[in-house]
């Protein structure tokens, strides 16, 4: 069974710091792209970064400058370095991963996990 295990999230104060770890675990035959999403209460989810294996990495414009994201292929584990945090990051952040097992490609999603910016 594949699983996909998040962690890192929590309360923090504007200006401050959190790094997300999102886990692939399972038999699987490779870890493709793996982003980040997040929704916040009353809005739609949206995409916040993204890196797909081989690939570069993109962040969305609203949190440039302030996170990165980065990958340890190794370990089929993605980050979610955040800095300068503000209270409009407050969310549930995703984490998704595209996988492949033998020739099947599907979509694996995290649990979330709450990041909470305090003004």
């Known amino acids: 069974q594949v699983q996909l295990v998040e962690s890192g999230g929590g309360l923090v104060q504007a200006g401050g710091s959190l790094r997300l770890s999102c886990a692939v675990s399972?038999?699987?035959?490779?870890?493709?792209?793996m982003t980040w999403y997040r929704q916040a209460p009353g809005k739609q989810r949206e995409l916040v970064a993204t890196?797909?294996?081989?690939?570069?990495?993109y962040v969305t414009d609203s949190v440039k400058g302030r996170f990165t994201i980065s990958r340890d292929s190794p370990k089929n584990t993605a980050y979610l370095q955040m800095n300068s945090l503000k209270p409009e990051d407050t969310a549930v952040y995703y984490c998704?991963?595209?996988?492949?097992?033998?020739?099947?490609?599907?979509?694996?999603w995290g649990q979330g996990t709450q990041v909470t910016v305090s003004s």
């Open positions: 998704q991963a595209k996988i492949r097992v033998v020739t099947f490609e599907y979509d694996v």
């Open positions: 399972g038999s699987i035959t490779s870890v493709n792209t």
């Open positions: 890196f797909p294996t081989g690939g570069t990495a």
